[in-house]
């Protein structure tokens, strides 16, 4: 089993950059795919990247590609997201989620609790 815990989460300007990080814990962390998705206030919670447990494959939603990065670690039990030209369509709540048997995870994988990030116009 892993916890996860999402972490980098704040109030940046358009145009801005954050970087999210996300914290697992268990010792099998290297075997997990990892995701990151977001929920905007009334919308439902949508994909935006994801990573392999090797780091070989790595995907996008369409809205976010050339501007965030999915990257790994780990040594460090850890999975960021570079977010680079933020949009206010950015703003959302993020979550991490880790899946052993998929690269992009379902709802029955393992999820954090989020957290905010507010872009302003």
């Known amino acids: 089993q892993v916890r996860v815990v999402e972490s980098g989460g704040g109030l940046v300007q358009a145009g801005g950059s954050l970087r999210l990080s996300c914290a697992a814990s268990?010792?099998?962390?290297?075997?997990?795919?990892m995701s990151w998705f977001r929920q905007a206030p009334g919308k439902e919670r949508e994909f935006v990247a994801a990573i392999s447990w090797n780091r070989i494959n790595t995907h996008y939603a369409d809205s976010v590609k050339g501007r965030f990065t999915i990257s790994r670690d780990n040594a460090k039990n850890t999975v960021y997201l570079q977010m680079n030209s933020l949009k206010p369509e950015d703003t959302a709540v993020y979550y991490c989620a880790a899946s052993e048997r998929r690269v992009v995870a379902g709802p029955d994988d393992y999820w954090g609790r989020g957290t905010q990030v507010t872009v302003s116009s």
């Open positions: 268990g010792r099998t962390f290297s075997s997990y795919a």
